[in-house]
């Protein structure tokens, strides 16, 4: 599934959007920060996680494949 340009919450950060994905990493630019963020893929999408996808019909079938 390409995750690349769909849009993230995160609880410090707020709205981010996705520029890559790799194996073992999830990398976001957020609007409130200057510097991109790498989160580590894909537990930070976890229930617990720190990133929330912001668009519900890619986060059911993400979710299902997890």
Not at 4 to 26: F, P, S
């Amino acid at each position: 599934m390409n995750l690349v340009r769909e849009k993230v919450i995160h609880k410090k950060y707020g709205t981010g959007e996705i520029t890559k994905l790799d194996n073992d990493h999830v990398y976001v630019k957020f609007q409130s920060v200057d510097q991109e963020k790498i989160f580590k893929y894909p537990s930070c999408f976890d229930v617990d996680g720190y990133l929330t996808l912001e668009n519900q019909d890619i986060k059911i079938v993400f979710r299902k494949r997890l």
